[in-house]
């Protein structure tokens, strides 16, 4: 039920966003830091620990000296659906996408663009992977992400009021020929 978030700036993403953060763990250089003072002031524990414990911990070649402990947000199929029709906005479907930096770079740009949420299918690539997390640059505190869903299920759900569209490498139609407004589901496939 938790993740690692590496990074001041990551750290203040999700405290910014109001975030349920365990703890912090961060390297001596790090906890005079504001971040480091902030999360303090907010009740959270911070500790001291060596800049080898953090990276063996992510798997990460250059770990940012803190790393924060963070509560997985749960998100369901159904609410981002909800939300798309409510609102009209669209939701972005990741289709088996295994690049880390890929899936965080497409969480960003849903947020950017005002998707309700964005859906990963079964076969993508961890949302909670290190690289993935400090790939969305905060975004993932923001935007509902669902991870693990079938394809099929997602658009037996989007029946009958959420069009899905596909991306395709060719023989398509033109992105501004799609009647991509209101509550679309855009299913981008992988790499």
Do not use: H, M, W
């Not at 899936?103 to 005002?114: H, Q, S």
């Amino acid at each position: 039920g938790v993740f690692l978030v590496d990074g001041p700036v990551l750290l203040a993403e999700a405290l910014d966003a109001g975030a349920s953060i365990d703890s912090v763990y961060a390297t001596v250089d790090q906890l005079d830091g504001d971040v480091v003072r902030a999360v303090a002031a907010a009740g959270v524990p911070v500790k001291e620990t060596a800049p080898d414990a953090l990276a063996k911990v992510l798997d990460l070649k250059a770990p940012r000296g803190i790393v924060a402990v963070v509560r997985r947000r749960d998100a369901t199929l159904a609410a981002v659906l909800a939300a798309a029709r409510d609102d009209e906005r669209p939701v972005l479907v990741a289709v088996s996408l295994q690049d880390p930096g890929n899936v965080g770079t497409l969480i960003r740009a849903a947020e950017a663009f005002g998707c309700a949420g964005v859906v990963l299918t079964t076969g993508s690539v961890d949302l909670y992977n290190p690289k993935t997390v400090r790939s969305t640059a905060g975004a993932l505190f923001r935007i509902p992400v669902v991870e693990s869903v079938e394809l099929a299920a997602v658009l037996d759900a989007c029946e009958p009021d959420v069009a899905a569209y596909a991306t395709v490498g060719r023989a398509g139609r033109a992105i501004d020929e799609a009647p991509l407004g209101g509550a679309v589901a855009v299913l981008v496939g992988a790499e």
